[in-house]
């Protein structure tokens, strides 16, 4: 793992983005695995910034996302469909028909997804991590071997989560729809952003700790190409 440590998280976000944008800049056609949640905000302010500024196009990107709530319809303001066009696909020249969100509920959803994602090779897999060391929505005790599932989600999970949600857990859905651990080491490249101190604890899990399913971000010591961007405080226990 390649850790880059940062003052901030608007510097961890410019880090993340050089990334990005060096795999886009290389390969105009790349496919990028996205995530949603706060922490890619940052990066993909930069990414629209730098796309209209200096050009870099997203004509040929293809795009799959990690992970969607169940229960909520796309054009719900909190599910990552949203999230998406709003955050980064309305400030790109990304085509509609190359963004991929999984959606619903069903054993027959999930295998579409994966399905859909036969055809490419992800170049870059964005993620953030839980503060329970989630990647995706592959809670604690997910088995590595998972593919696209749905998931229950947990209680520190929904707690997180409320404040989406007029901080009200009861507005949280309880099921996701995510790509799997072994989805997500398919990817050629791994780009994991954390940052703030509510992080700290999970960072250390995953770069310190053994490989184990108590933490599935700890997966990703098995990966043969991945870079943590965090600023000081995700940092702290290291
Ligand atoms: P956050 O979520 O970016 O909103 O902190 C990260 C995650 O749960 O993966």
Redesign the pocket.
């Known amino acids: 793992m390649k850790i880059i440590v940062t003052d901030n998280y608007e510097q961890a976000s410019l880090e993340a983005f050089k990334v990005m944008k060096g795999v886009v800049v290389k390969k105009p056609n790349a496919v990028l695995g996205l995530?949603t949640?706060?922490?890619?905000l940052g990066l993909y302010k930069n990414m629209i910034e730098d796309h209209k500024e200096n050009g870099t196009s997203y004509k040929d990107v293809v795009s799959f996302n990690l992970d969607e709530y169940v229960g909520l319809p796309r054009d719900h303001k909190e599910s990552y469909y949203t999230f998406m066009h709003t955050n980064l696909f309305s400030g790109l020249d990304i085509l509609e028909e190359n963004v991929h969100l999984p959606y619903g509920n069903t054993k027959e959803d999930c295998d579409a997804y994966e399905k859909a994602m036969e055809d490419y090779s992800v170049d870059v897999q964005l993620?953030?991590?839980?503060g329970n060391g989630?990647?995706?929505f592959n809670e604690p005790g997910t088995p590595f071997t998972e593919t696209t599932h749905i998931v229950e989600l947990q209680e520190r999970?929904r707690v997180?989560n409320a404040r989406f949600f007029d901080n009200d857990i009861n507005q949280v859905p309880t099921h996701a729809i995510t790509m799997g651990i072994a989805t997500i080491m398919k990817a050629k490249k791994v780009l994991l952003i954390a940052t703030?101190e509510n992080?700290a604890d999970a960072v250390y899990a995953m770069i310190k700790g053994e490989p184990t399913v108590d933490c599935p971000a700890s997966a990703l010591q098995n990966h043969p190409d991945v870079v943590v961007v965090l600023d000081k405080a995700a940092a702290s226990k290291l």
């Open positions: 995530a949640g706060s922490t890619p993620l953030g991590i839980g989630h990647i995706g999970t997180d703030g992080k």
